[in-house]
T-cell receptor, first 115, second 113 residues
Framework: NAGVTQTPKFQVLKTGQSMTLQCAQD?????MYWYRQDPGMGLRLIYY???????DKGEVPNGYNVSRLNKREFSLRLESAAPSQTSVYFCASREHGTGSFQPQHFGDGTRLSIL | AQSVTQLDSQVPVFEEAPVELRCNYSSSVSVYLFWYVQYPNQGLQLLLK??????LVKSINGFEAEFNKSQTSFHLRKPSVHISDTAEYFC???????????FGEGTQLTVNP
């Protein structure tokens, strides 16, 4: 079982470059999430998608855009990367609102450095 | 707005010693509470959850947490830790009517031989 797959695992960018982080889940979940993890700050929600065709801002959306391409895939785009966006990015998915509580499942992360 | 505070950023302990990782939360509405564990270079895994019912919840690997509504706490405990428990632990909450997790800052547990 692949679960939640993120690509790439590592990336180094220069300031001003653009980049798309990919996320795909094979669990047929309706909801997907993008987080960033920074030391001493836990995980903070960037954007989420409650269902195919919908996206909403989270706690720290500035500088990012997302696309829910289909039920499986949810991508995160940095249009003009800044050093403050150096972080570890996690994608998660879950089945939500369809009965009993289901937890979020996380990918292994993308480690992004911006010089 | 809700928030989660983990009171210790780092907790070093010796193998076979007991450990408590502290978590306090703030919310004006009913919440679900969670502990997640993150091993090096991996994503987060759900360790245990409180949804309703018994306030003491347990994981399969010996951790337990108690929901204390009056003290707004959800501390994680284990009576005897192993080297393999070394990881970062995150406390999190979700409003019962919502769909978004709010995480604490994380506690790095390091178990030394």
């Amino acid at each position: 079982n692949a679960g939640v797959t993120q690509t790439p695992k590592f990336q180094v960018l220069k300031t001003g470059q653009s980049m798309t982080l990919q996320c795909a889940q094979d669990m047929n979940h309706n909801s997907m999430y993008w987080y960033r993890q920074d030391p001493g700050m836990g995980l903070r929600l960037i954007y989420y998608s409650a269902s195919e065709g919908t996206t909403d801002k989270g706690e720290v959306p500035n500088g990012y855009n997302v696309s829910r391409l289909n039920k499986r895939e949810f991508s995160l785009r940095l249009e003009s990367a800044a050093p403050s966006q150096t972080s570890v990015y996690f994608c998660a998915s879950r089945e939500h609102g369809t009965g009993s509580f289901q937890p979020q499942h996380f990918g292994d992360g993308t480690r992004l450095s911006i010089l | 707005a809700q928030s989660v505070t983990q009171l210790d950023s780092q907790v070093p302990v010796f193998e076979e010693a007991p450990v408590e990782l502290r978590c306090n939360y703030s919310s004006s509405v009913s919440v679900y509470l969670f502990w997640y564990v993150q091993y090096p270079n991996q994503g987060l895994q759900l360790l245990l959850k409180y949804l309703s019912g018994s306030t003491l919840v347990k994981s399969i690997n010996g951790f337990e947490a108690e929901f204390n509504k009056s003290q707004t706490s959800f501390h994680l405990r284990k009576p005897s830790v192993h080297i393999s428990d070394t990881a970062e632990y995150f406390c999190a909450l979700e409003e019962t009517s919502g769909s978004r997790l709010t995480f604490g800052e994380g506690t790095q547990l390091t178990v030394n031989p």
